[in-house]
């Protein structure tokens, strides 16, 4: 049972670039999110879904694509970097339908995004 | 709309002495609340939550949090810090909405706690 994970750890890219963000987890759960943390700022939430092929913006999407094609996958995209974007992203998720209850959030070890 | 204000951005105490981090909150409906710690480069870990019942929840590593709905404080204690809990600290609260599911969480903006020899 490996919980959360998160690829890449680290990476570097250059403004206007894009990549994808993977998270996934082994949990069954129903409900996934994606962050990100800024000194200072607290942990603020992109995107979110509630189940398989739906997904929802929070507090701070522009910049942002998700996808949710399968339960235990929550991807998060970056069409066109900019240096504001620049950050530590966690992936989390909530839910187990059969044991748990939506309130508590299993968190992954972050991936740190430097964008020049 | 939930948020969330933790007082301090950074405390330090002695190793040994008492471990208080303060979180005020703000909720329409009641609250689910939560205490998180994150040591250096790793992720979120759940400390303690509150969602109903008894007011003063116990966690892991021996901390623990009182809920006061009259001074809508969740305030996270610690009889005797040790080394191992320098780390960072967020409380969040949850806007789980009675009937709704999503559980999305507004977190505070973090304390770090800094424990000296």
């Known amino acids: 049972n490996a919980g959360v994970t998160q690829t890449p750890k680290f990476r570097v890219l250059k403004t206007g670039q894009s990549m994808t963000l993977l998270c996934a987890q082994d949990m069954n759960h129903e409900y996934m999110y994606w962050y990100r943390q800024d000194p200072g700022m607290g942990l603020r939430l992109i995107h979110y879904s509630v189940g398989e092929g739906t997904t929802a913006k929070g507090e701070v999407p522009d910049g942002y694509n998700v996808s949710r094609l399968k339960k235990q996958n929550f991807l998060l995209g970056l069409e066109s970097a900019a240096p504001s974007q620049t950050s530590v992203y966690f992936c989390?998720?909530?839910?187990?339908?059969?044991?748990?209850?939506?309130?508590?959030?299993?968190f992954g070890p972050g991936t740190r995004l430097t964008v020049l | 709309a939930q948020s969330v204000t933790q007082l301090g951005s950074h405390v330090s105490v002695s190793e040994g002495a008492l471990v208080l981090l303060r979180c005020n909150y703000s909720s329409s409906v009641p609250p689910y609340l939560f205490w998180y710690v994150q040591y250096p480069n790793q992720g979120l870990q759940l400390l303690l939550k509150y969602t109903t019942g008894a007011t003063l929840v116990k966690g892991i590593n021996g901390f623990e949090a009182e809920f006061k709905k009259s001074e809508t404080s969740f305030h996270l204690t610690k009889p005797s810090a040790h080394m191992s809990d320098a780390a960072e600290y967020f409380c969040?609260?949850?806007?789980?909405?009675?009937?709704?599911?999503?559980?999305?969480?507004?977190f505070g903006k973090g304390t770090k706690l800094s424990v000296k020899p």
């Open positions: 989390a998720s909530s839910y187990n339908p059969g044991t748990g209850s939506p309130d508590t959030q299993y």
């Open positions: 969040a609260v949850s806007d789980l909405d009675y009937g709704g599911s999503q559980g999305n969480l507004i």
